[in-house]
T-cell receptor, first 114, second 113 residues
Framework: ETGVTQSPTHLIKTRGQQVTLRCSSQ?????VSWYQQALGQGPQFIFQ???????GRGNFPPRFSGLQFPNYSSELNVNALELDDSALYLCASSFSPSSTDTQYFGPGTRLTVL | AQSVTQLDSQVPVFEEAPVELRCNYSSSVSVYLFWYVQYPNQGLQLLLKYLSGSTLVKGINGFEAEFNKSQTSFHLRKPSVHISDTAEYFCAVSDGNDYKLSFGAGTTVTVRA
């Protein structure tokens, strides 16, 4: 069984640029959640996708957007990058959007904005 | 929205000694509680979770946690730690109305020989 994978591992961008991060969910999972983990902090919920639709959103501006594809893989897009967007971005997949289902995390993408 | 407080930011401990990591959450009608571990340069791995039933929950790698509704706490314990337990530990909560996980700021455990 393949776990959650994310690409790329690391990324360096400059302020104002746009970035796309990718996530492949675990086999059999139809729900993907994205989190931002700033240095020294806990992960913060960005949004969740369930069956290709956004299923909920945290306190992040619209320049953070996402997609989920028919195979349940997902993308996180961030436009107009700011210095504060530097963080580890974590993707988690689960069997369903139920709050009782375990979320399985990928290794993350480390984004540095200069 | 749920909030989580991890009372200790850093916990140094000697090998084979016990460790307790404290977690408090904001009250709600029903909550689901989780402990995750993050090893250096890796994602989060689930240690254990409480959904309902017995308040003492056993997880992987010898960890256990106790749910205390009256004190709104979910403390994590291990009776004897190993060097390999050096990591960041996160307490997280969700409730029946909110599918997202709300995380605490984390506790860094450093195990010394």
């Amino acid at each position: 069984e393949t776990g959650v994978t994310q690409s790329p591992t690391h990324l360096i961008k400059t302020r104002g640029q746009q970035v796309t991060l990718r996530c492949s969910s675990q086999s059999g999972h139809n729900t993907v959640s994205w989190y931002q983990q700033a240095l020294g902090q806990g992960p913060q919920f960005i949004f969740q996708y369930y069956r290709e639709e956004e299923n909920g959103r945290g306190n992040f501006p619209p320049r953070f957007s996402g997609l989920q594809f028919p195979n349940y893989s997902s993308e996180l897009n961030v436009n107009a990058l700011e210095l504060d967007d530097s963080a580890l971005y974590l993707c988690a997949s689960s069997f369903s959007p139920s709050s009782t289902d375990t979320q399985y995390f990928g290794p993350g993408t480390r984004l540095t904005v200069l | 929205a749920q909030s989580v407080t991890q009372l200790d930011s850093q916990v140094p401990v000697f090998e084979e000694a016990p460790v307790e990591l404290r977690c408090n959450y904001s009250s709600s009608v029903s909550v689901y509680l989780f402990w995750y571990v993050q090893y250096p340069n890796q994602g989060l791995q689930l240690l254990l979770k409480y959904l309902s039933g017995s308040t003492l929950v056993k997880g992987i790698n010898g960890f256990e946690a106790e749910f205390n509704k009256s004190q709104t706490s979910f403390h994590l314990r291990k009776p004897s730690v190993h060097i390999s337990d050096t990591a960041e530990y996160f307490c997280a909560v969700s409730d029946g109305n909110d599918y997202k996980l709300s995380f605490g700021a984390g506790t860094t455990v450093t195990v010394r020989a």
